[in-house]
């Protein structure tokens, strides 16, 4: 079986597996998602956006964490298939 075209062009090393791309005008992160058998690539993610992350120090940070998993927890729960998602799981 050859290797998938689409991982190929986003560069990254397998289905699921994001990756950041700092060179792009928009988004800042890739993903080749797979589900089953449906695949798609998704880019993600404000590029150049400094704050919360994944482990929030003080309360505003705090605040735009909660903010933004509320914001999105619609989009979110779609799963996989979706850019909220991937968001949520490496930025957030």
Known sequence: MSKDPRLARAG?????????????PTKSHVVVAKQGDKVKTIRFGQQGVKGAGSSPKGDKQKARQKSFKARHAKNISKGKMSAAYWADKVKW
């Open 12 to 24: 990254v090393s397998g289905y699921n597996k994001p990756k950041r791309t700092p060179s792009h």
